[in-house]
């Protein structure tokens, strides 16, 4: 069996790529699926100094003065000559040109810091939102990037609790545990031919 090949897009610390990492090394991935590249829109970014320090073939894209489309355009030569059949996205903040979505349909994986689509957004600010509301549930939610903002089909979610005493930081990290619990679950399914998206919805086949 021919091991699924990952292209993986961060912009920030990639505080979720070695949970897929060691679950490729030693883990339910093992065998299924390998990164072949991690591209970054920063420089100095957490998530390329991982790749570096697991010996990932890594590239930084510098995305100044270079118009969305044609930024998404040399990812995308990048990942074709590599044969990428799924990108992961984790911590990628540019948005995805809708060229690039449409050519990846249902290739394009996402996790966010919520339970979408309750409290899109970004990092921090969604924790603070989640906490603002009074909730007592929050999660993550793992889906197919879509041509919209967080709106794609949802593949997996998973809850945590919400306590009183917690505030955005603490969330954060038991957010981030659950993300990394999910993500490389969500990738197996995907290795395994067992993801079958229906308009918004995603059927987990057995």
């Known amino acids: 069996m021919n091991k699924l090949k990952i292209g993986v897009l961060g912009s920030a610390r990639g505080s979720d790529l070695p949970s897929i990492v060691e679950s490729i090394n030693k883990g339910e991935l093992k065998g299924l699926a390998e990164i072949v590249s991690v591209i970054s829109d920063k420089e100095n970014s957490g998530i ?116 009183d005493n917690d505030d955005a930081e603490i969330l954060k990290a038991r957010v981030q545990s659950a993300e990394q619990e999910i993500y490389p679950k969500g990738i197996k399914l995907f290795a395994q031919g067992k993801l079958k998206v229906e308009g918004r919805k995603v059927i987990i086949l057995q």
């Open 48 to 163: 390329l100094h991982k790749a570096k320090n697991y010996k990932l073939k890594n590239y930084y894209l510098n995305p100044i003065g270079i118009q969305r489309e044609e930024y998404d355009k040399i990812i995308s030569e990048i990942f074709e000559e590599k044969d990428i059949q799924l990108i992961a996205c984790i911590g990628y903040m540019r948005l995805l040109s809708r060229d690039f979505v449409v050519k990846y349909k249902n290739k394009i994986m996402n996790i966010h810091p919520s339970l979408l689509p309750s409290f899109p957004g970004i990092d921090l600010d969604v924790h603070k939102q989640v906490l603002d509301y009074g909730c007592k549930l929050s999660g993550c939610t793992l889906f197919f990037v879509d041509e919209g903002k967080d709106t794609g089909p949802i593949i997996m979610q998973k809850a945590v609790p919400v306590y």
